[in-house]
């Protein structure tokens, strides 16, 4: 009878959504109307006047291939680990925390590149400076995400990350690709609207 009440109540539960799985799409909501208002006002800033008209550094392209590739890794880590397979989690993490940190090195080749070419942050210039800032922020996003990254490849070393014990590594993997599709979005965007 003991057992029959219990299923009862743990039936009866009412859905909802995880307390920490809440405030990641929170983060990711809260991130995208800030890129939103960034974009936004790179839009009407431009339409002012003054505006220095310039090519994107070559290496953000380039980055955009490194965080695509990074993806791919890190949905790689995500799905062994729903199977078990842990040597090939942590390759999959390992590869997309390296890749990680190649885009920001990359990225702040991609600045260097912008000063060589004399397009400086400052009132003087505000179209370098949006995208030093634009940029700049995403940086912050990656900066996170490879915390997060570093935080479940040390858990799963502690065997902590396995399938049934995946909540973390999923909640890794959508920030990560929130993170990838941001990049892509910004690239075009700034790309597009020069």
């Not at 219990?6 to 983060?27: A, H, M, S, Y």
């Not at 991130?31 to 800033?45: H, K, P």
């Not at 078990?84 to 999959?92: F, Q, R, S």
Request: hydrophobic share 50%; aromatic share 16%.
């Amino acid at each position: 009878m003991i057992q029959s009440i219990n299923k009862k109540n743990i039936d009866e539960r009412e859905p909802g959504v995880e307390p920490k799985t809440f405030v990641l799409w929170l983060l990711i909501v809260s991130s995208i109307m800030l890129f939103a208002g960034f974009t936004s006002g790179y839009i009407v800033r431009r339409g002012e006047g003054e505006w220095v008209v310039f090519n994107l550094p070559t290496m953000f392209m380039l980055n955009t291939g490194v965080i695509v590739l990074s993806s791919i890794f890190m949905q790689w880590a995500y799905l062994s680990a729903k199977k078990d397979e842990l040597n090939k989690t942590k390759v999959g993490l390992s590869m997309a925390l390296a890749l990680g940190i190649l885009f920001i090195v990359m990225q702040y080749w991609g600045w260097s590149q912008m000063v060589y070419n004399s397009i400086y942050f400052g009132f003087a210039n505000p179209s370098g400076s949006f995208v030093y800032a634009i940029t700049g922020v995403h940086v912050l996003h990656v900066i996170i995400g490879i915390f997060y990254l570093l935080t479940i490849l040390i858990q799963t070393y502690r065997f902590k990350v396995h399938k049934k014990s995946i909540r973390g590594i999923a909640m890794c993997n959508t920030y990560w690709h929130f993170v990838g599709i941001l990049w892509i979005y910004l690239y075009l965007f700034l790309l597009l609207n020069r």
